[in-house]
């Protein structure tokens, strides 16, 4: 399974997109660092989230438990606190750091609502770089207000030679937000259709791979169905800074199948409420199309995605659009 824990809701941005920053969790309210004990070993991948995870005072003791669990770790940030991200990678160098950029400094910094933002992200992951860290990059989630800086932003990240994540904007309880639209649908699919192109031109599998999970943020956009089932709570999970266990950040309210201060990891997963929740995410239509949820689909059915990477990179390599409707 794959996982994602949201280790605060505090945050020093204030994005367009998301109102977490309106809506602080208290410190003495965060799950301790102890209580992720319980999650199950062998995880497949782990992402650290916020809010801004390192608000969090004892976020090594975190990273420290996390990366027992889990194959993979990789810390979502705004890049704001360079020092303390550069101490954890020293301390632990196969970690993964993504920082998330709206755009170029000017619109990334508008948007994000934090001045000279761009310039510490940007300076953060250099100095990452600079001292051998491999898994590094930034992502951008996309609306009307930065689409036309999604291309320019992939180019600087594939010249730096830093991996390059995409999102669009969703509305949930967890972003706090209920008024996130897509205004000119069609500029911003022609923004990710070159953004596909250029994935499919490379030399780089894993690349293909995020052509056809960009393909599924345009039919987001289009207000279309997802490409693959939804199996939130089922493929993966999320824990809230409360210590609840949740399927997904994409509910209308957060979905609860127990609570990690109070219950023990199997009371949780093979209860009763759990089963509860499987099923109304069985009947959820709102059609979410986001990394945490989608990847783990896209590893379990992967002849489908595959079939698609397979004729687009032909077509691509004939010379010929990737084919998109």
Request: net charge positive.
């Amino acid at each position: 399974m794959e996982a994602a824990i949201i280790l605060t809701y505090r945050c020093i941005c204030k994005c367009y997109m998301c109102n977490i920053w309106k809506y602080p969790t208290k410190p003495s309210e965060e799950i301790k660092p102890e209580v992720l004990e319980k999650l199950p070993d062998n995880l497949a991948f782990v992402n650290l989230t916020g809010g801004e995870p390192f608000l969090r005072e004892d976020i090594e003791d975190i990273v420290d438990i996390v990366m027992r669990k889990s194959k993979r770790v990789v810390i979502s940030t705004n890049g704001w606190f360079t020092e303390k991200i550069v101490n954890i990678a020293k301390k632990y160098p196969r970690i993964g750091i993504r920082v998330s950029l709206e755009g170029l400094p000017a619109a990334n910094d508008e948007l994000r609502g934090i001045k000279d933002g761009f310039d510490h992200g940007l300076r953060t992951l250099l100095e990452l770089q600079r001292m051998g860290l491999k898994d590094i990059g930034f992502g951008i989630t996309v609306s009307d207000r930065n689409a036309k800086d999604m291309i320019e932003l992939y180019q600087l990240a594939k010249s730096l030679g830093f991996e390059f994540a995409t999102a669009v904007t969703h509305n949930s309880y967890y972003f706090h937000k209920h008024d996130n639209v897509f205004k000119d649908q069609r500029m911003i699919e022609d923004c990710f259709r070159e953004l596909i192109n250029e994935l499919l031109c490379t030399k780089r599998v894993k690349n293909w791979f995020r052509a056809y999970f960009n393909y599924g943020l345009i039919r987001r956009v289009r207000g279309q169905p997802r490409l693959l089932p939804c199996e939130a709570g089922t493929e993966n999970f999320f824990v809230t800074p409360f210590g609840e266990v949740v399927p997904c950040n994409g509910s209308p309210e957060p979905w609860v199948m127990g609570n990690l201060k109070r219950q023990s990891w199997d009371e949780i997963w093979n209860g009763e409420q759990a089963q509860k929740v499987r099923e109304k995410v069985k009947n959820c239509d709102r059609q979410c199309w986001m990394i945490g949820t989608a990847a783990p689909v896209m590893k379990k059915y992967i002849w489908k995605p595959l079939k698609w990477v397979v004729r687009n990179k032909l077509r691509v390599m004939m010379g010929k659009e990737p084919c998109l409707d």
